[in-house]
């Protein structure tokens, strides 16, 4: 169940201005076709006896008053045959000269309807219409861009009750996310995985994607880009299968808006969630999104919780100079990770499945499927922080300079029995210990200047784009 209120005021008004022409026409039968339907009824309603008694060896028959008056017309039933035939190819070209000849006599001109305006307020905007700047550097819009794209909007995953960015990924065709203890938010695309899948945060590629990625809360973000295909020209070495680009919401000037959220649901889970839009002046704006999820988990002891919160500020001090900044915080706590069922002999599981059997005889049991075989005190927790900067100017109408820095700071600890293994001697679990922590520092900096010329005397349009990028992490 799920609340949700919504307080804004923004809008386009759109103008449709449709015309409409009536024609008239008349139809009218030519004689041709009179004449055709009478020797039809002539040739239908007449009969032709077998044998010995048909006509035209001097036996009488029963003939309709239809046959009767084409044979006082001298026709005979082949030369009836024919004369239908003459008469329905030329009844369309009467019918056409009859027409030409009522339309040069004065028939009514079209006319004009009077002017009908539709006025209505714009949703929002067509998702191929936007620019991406996830499959291309030159500003281009899906429409333009020749690479499978796909874009979830923020109305589009709230609609569809998309909590997490793993929820939200697996609703992208051809990508697959999951919620793996060792990899929480792990997500595979054309049967690659892991490094293969670029990260992006905001357009900006994160270094380590596999550590970096979390089952991150959907509210934060304006929209989610997944680009399906090699990508390494624009984002580096390895990214073979795409990219994925989490794109937050950004502060703007449409107005004071407020959002708020409130979900419950099974297995003790709630939501709450808040996002705050404030224009200070006509030319600096700030916005605060926060939002926090918890779990009792369905399984023993796997309870979970996460708080994501951006705090974004944006000065816009003329129509061509552009700065943002941002700070984004994530941390995630789970109590006591599930990392399987260990499997057992099947002369001692209560309620054996044959869905998984090795060769020794070991089989899944129904039974423990919900147990945590993981320690009590278990830890699986992290926490980070991005510093966001982003610097657009535009220096003349064909002329662009960006420059984007970033710095990310973040923590993580797996301390863990991920391991379970029947011990046939003792009739036990033999478990194993894993511990690793994770101290994660990058900064990224990265300058791009755009040009956006025509040659050929205004023929041929021409995108240039040269980039610096350095990304230092340890």
Not at 422 to 449: K, M
Request: net charge positive; with cysteine.
């Amino acid at each position: 169940m799920i609340y949700r209120f919504i307080s804004h005021s923004a809008g386009a008004r759109i103008t449709v201005d449709t015309r409409s022409q009536g024609r008239r026409a008349r139809a009218a039968g030519s004689e041709a076709s009179q004449d055709a339907r009478s020797y039809g009824g002539a040739l239908l309603h007449g009969r032709q006896w077998p044998g010995r008694n048909r006509p035209g060896r001097g036996a009488t028959c029963a003939a309709r008053p239809g046959m009767a008056a084409a044979r006082r017309h001298g026709l005979t039933p082949s030369r009836l045959g024919m004369a239908l035939l003459l008469a329905l190819c030329a009844a369309p070209a009467a019918y056409a000269q009859q027409t030409a000849a009522e339309s040069a006599g004065g028939a009514p001109l079209p006319k004009l309807l009077d002017k009908v305006t539709v006025e209505g307020v714009a949703t929002q905007e067509a998702p191929l219409d936007r620019p991406n700047a996830t499959a291309s550097r030159l500003g281009l819009n899906p429409r333009e861009t020749p690479a499978a794209i796909d874009v979830l909007s923020q109305d589009q995953i709230q609609a569809r009750g998309l909590r997490g960015s793993v929820e939200a990924l697996n609703a992208a065709p051809g990508v697959l996310a999951g919620q793996l203890p060792s990899s929480p938010g792990m997500t595979s695309m054309r049967g690659f995985t892991g490094g293969a899948i670029a990260l992006l945060y905001d357009g900006v590629r994160q270094t380590a994607a596999p550590l970096i990625t979390r089952d991150f809360d959907s509210w934060s973000f304006d929209r989610i880009e997944v680009l399906k295909g090699p990508a390494s020209v624009l984002y580096g070495e390895g990214a073979l299968a795409g990219a994925i680009n989490l794109v937050p919401k950004r502060p703007n000037f449409d107005g004071r808006a407020f959002e708020a959220l409130a979900g419950w649901g099974s297995f003790g889970s709630q939501r709450y969630a808040i996002d705050a839009n404030v224009p200070l002046s006509d030319d600096f704006a700030v916005r605060a999104v926060v939002s926090r999820r918890s779990s009792d988990g369905y399984v023993d002891g796997t309870g979970s919780d996460s708080t994501s919160a951006t705090l974004a500020a944006r000065w816009r001090p003329s129509d061509t100079l552009d700065v943002d900044i941002a700070l984004d915080h994530y941390q995630d706590d789970y109590d006591t990770a599930y990392w399987g069922t260990p499997l057992i002999p099947a002369s001692i599981a209560r309620d054996p499945s044959n869905l998984v059997r090795t060769g020794n005889g070991l089989v899944l049991d129904r039974a423990i499927a919900r147990r945590n075989y993981n320690v009590d005190n278990g830890v699986q927790d992290s926490h980070s922080d991005w510093l966001r900067t982003r610097v657009n100017w535009q220096i003349s109408d064909g002329l662009r300079f960006g420059n984007e820095f970033s710095y990310y700071d973040a923590h993580r600890r797996w301390m863990n029995s991920e391991t379970y293994t029947y011990n046939a001697r003792s009739g036990l679990l033999d478990r194993g210990t894993t511990r690793i922590e994770h101290d994660h520092q990058f900064w990224v900096e990265r300058a791009t200047l755009f040009s956006d010329s025509t040659i050929g005397g205004g023929v041929t349009g021409l995108r240039l784009a040269l980039k610096s990028a350095t990304a230092i992490s340890w």
